[in-house]
């Protein structure tokens, strides 16, 4: 998976050494479509991780499974991803480079995140207040307890 997106991969391996990932509330959860993750549940953290990213060129698709950066334009990733609940190839010509893909537990974990919020939280109270808004406003939000990178010969 590094060949696909190197420079996502790299960011991934940062984040993940530096457990940001870890209790991140799964706030954008749109059925037949995305999960989204990504703001740190600490507001201190989140600011130390604004460090905007350069894209990596598409070169495998956004499938079901797969896990992509968030963005909101060219070169603007930080630490929000998304699991590809579906294929969504679409994505590929909007530059959305898939950096890894799920080898295990899409069915038990990636499908039964909770949709009950859809995309209700609001990004900019978490981003100032974390976890302490989303257990107050979603205290039903799936989230990752830990979250560590796992290259791809670790798993074969």
Excluded at 2 to 9: H, N, T
Excluded at 20 to 30: A, G, L
Excluded at 94 to 109: D, H, N, R, Y
């Amino acid at each position: 998976m590094p060949e696909w997106a190197p420079l996502g991969v790299e960011r991934i391996k940062e984040l993940t050494a530096a457990k940001f990932y870890d209790e991140c509330r799964v706030f954008r959860v749109i059925h037949r479509f995305m999960a989204q993750l990504g703001i740190n549940g600490d507001p201190k953290i989140q600011k130390t991780w604004k460090k905007e990213i350069k894209d990596d060129p598409v070169k495998t698709s956004n499938a079901r499974g797969t896990v992509t950066f968030a963005m909101a334009g060219p070169n603007t990733r930080t630490t929000q991803i998304f699991f590809n609940k579906v294929d969504n190839k679409y994505l590929d010509g909007q530059g959305f480079a898939p950096f890894g893909k799920v080898v295990s537990g899409l069915e038990e974990v990636i499908d039964h995140i909770n949709e009950e919020y859809v995309e209700t939280p609001n990004q900019g109270k978490i981003q100032n207040r974390g976890n302490e808004y989303l257990l107050q406003e979603f205290p039903r939000l799936s989230f990752i307890k830990t979250a560590r990178f796992v290259s791809s010969a670790d798993v074969n």
